[in-house]
């Protein structure tokens, strides 16, 4: 099956995509495209997969740089493969040509950023933690020190889960409240004492609040779309053994 690619013109000229799991070897509970190594999946079938997206950005697989994912704020400068075992951080800056960066995700937020007068781009992962933990205005700072301005850089956030089955408890609020009471808009009413969070609509605020020239969602919700997307919420209420990951990439 051929690989299914969203993009965005607004990280022209940049190769890029945030890449559906349609397309791929993987079978089972992980049919498709599932990129990610921290899955019980068989390791050759997600090398196989992760070799399918590196053709798709014209690139050797070695060139395509993926590091392990923690929730954090840290950001990787890359500027050629990053060789095993991968880097603990949540984010990637590059100005390197011949260079792709690749971020998994199963819910959380997928973030490329693009600076074309500079040639500078990035890529993130955004979950709750690393959005509220200050993951997206760290990767713009990481671009700024390669040469990028904020106010040049278009990021894009790419298949995420969305406010309509993001249940959480009050406590989960309580963290949010605690950082800024205005963040009370991203939460709506849920059943009893659930609420329901807006996790694109908080890493939107973030990153036109940091400053960037534009700032978009694609609009795919990751949990209401099975045939197309990987998502943890869903395998968790489907009680399901494991789940595939997602890659979004943006190379030079």
Partial sequence: MTLEILTSDDLLPFRH???TRKGGVSSGVFHGLNCGPGSSDQKDAVQSNRRLVADAMNLPESHLATVHQTHSADVLVVDGPVAAPRPKCDAMVSAQ???ALGILTADCQPVLFADSKAGVVGAAHAGWKGAL???LEATLDAMERLGADRSQINAVIGPSISQRAYEVGPEFL?????ADPEYSRFFANGAGDRMMFDLPSFGLYRLRQAG???AIWTGHCTYSDPDRFYSYRRT???K???YGRLISVIAI
Avoid: P
Avoid at 174 to 178: A, G, S, V
């Fill in 17 to 19: 995509g945030f890449f």
């Fill in 97 to 99: 040509s011949g260079v």
């Fill in 133 to 135: 933990g200050g993951v």
């Fill in 174 to 178: 309580d963290q949010f409240i605690d």
């Fill in 212 to 214: 960037v020239r534009q």
């Fill in 236 to 238: 968790t209420h489907a």
């Fill in 240 to 242: 399901e053994r494991d």
